[in-house]
């Protein structure tokens, strides 16, 4: 379990049931030092003043604030510590809403609620609450601060724990009349159609169903780099340059047929599509993704189950 990045309880009415605070993702993206690529020596971020093109301690930056039309206001780490929130050790429930009615484009991060400590009280007040949030299908609508800032929260159940949302003000989203809807409505026909495309290519959510295909791919091009293998970019390959089909119709019938009968949406070149000419040492640089979908359309039989390396040994076969 990871490290805790708040602890407190939640308040609502006269109740109050203690918790824990953990961020409910992890950081996967691959980093990097920024580096002189002559040397590899790390390169250092200075501040600098531009009127006198010296270097400023952190302790002497300050905080200027711009607005069109108006001087620029500045502010020192006291005025800020003016308007900063009241810190607090407690999430305090203003109201309970239906989680259906919350517009998910207002969430922002995720965090997981843990209960504190060994007591049995602290341990029974975290269940009632779990136990009451879940039967009502409601969510706890709060407010709490962590460091230095103030968040709006939805706390709800998750996996039969609770689970904090920060989310967005209203203010922050923009608003929707500001989007153009596209004009007319489209045909009776054509929606029918359409309809029954999303329906053949609906499935059953499953996140684990999805990849992080360019993650996959960078990890594999560092492993080839420090092996000392040649890095190659791939033809970028000649896609359509944009807009709707002439026959949206006749484009929305065939892409039903594909889908219903499995075929698929990618256009042939001729090729096989990774320029192996069935040498499996091309296969190394496709993810796991992109390795299944050529077991797919090769009809690799216990595709479905095989690891990456497996895979790749299937189809070099």
């Known amino acids: ?23 409910a993702v992890r950081d996967l993206d691959v980093h990097f030092r920024q580096l002189h690529e002559k040397d590899g020596a790390p390169i250092e971020t200075r ?27 500045i502010l020192t780490d006291d005025d800020l510590a003016a308007a900063a929130p009241r810190r607090t050790r407690t999430i305090d429930i203003d109201a309970f809403v239906d989680v259906a ?8 991060h995720p ?22 949030l879940s039967s009502t299908d409601r969510a706890a609508l709060g407010r709490f601060v962590l460091r230095s800032k103030e968040y709006l929260v939805l706390v709800r159940v998750r996996d039969d724990r609770l689970a904090l949302t920060t989310m967005l003000f209203h203010d922050e989203v923009r608003p929707a009349k500001e989007v153009d809807t596209g004009g007319r409505k489209p045909a009776k026909a054509q929606v029918d159609t359409a309809v029954a495309l999303v329906e053949a290519l609906s499935v059953d959510w499953d996140p684990a169903q999805y990849r992080d295909c360019y993650r996959e791919r960078l990890l594999g091009v560092i492993d080839r780099k420090r092996k000392g293998g040649k890095i190659t970019a791939p033809e970028e390959p000649r896609r359509d340059a944009g807009g709707p089909p002439a026959d949206i119709m006749a484009a929305l019938k065939e892409s039903l047929e594909r889908a219903r009968s499995g075929e698929g949406f990618e256009e042939s070149d001729g090729s096989d599509g990774d320029g ?5 040492s091309a296969l190394d640089g496709l993810s796991r993704d992109e390795l299944y979908e050529r077991a797919q359309k090769e009809k690799v039989a216990g595709r479905s189950s095989m690891s990456r390396d497996e895979l790749i040994e299937a189809l070099s076969g």
């Open 47 to 73: 501040r600098f003043c531009s009127e006198e093109d010296k270097e400023v301690p952190f302790e002497s930056v300050g905080h200027g604030y711009e607005e069109d039309g108006k001087e620029q206001v």
């Open 276 to 280: 192996s000419g069935g040498d499996g």
């Open 101 to 108: 009615d919350v517009d998910p484009i207002y969430f922002d």
């Open 1 to 23: 379990m990871p490290r805790s990045l708040w602890t407190g309880s939640i308040s609502f009415g006269l109740v109050n049931v203690p918790v824990a605070l953990f961020s």
């Open 111 to 132: 965090y997981f609620l843990a209960p504190v400590g060994e007591a049995e009280g602290n341990l029974r007040a975290y269940r009632l609450l779990v136990k009451v």
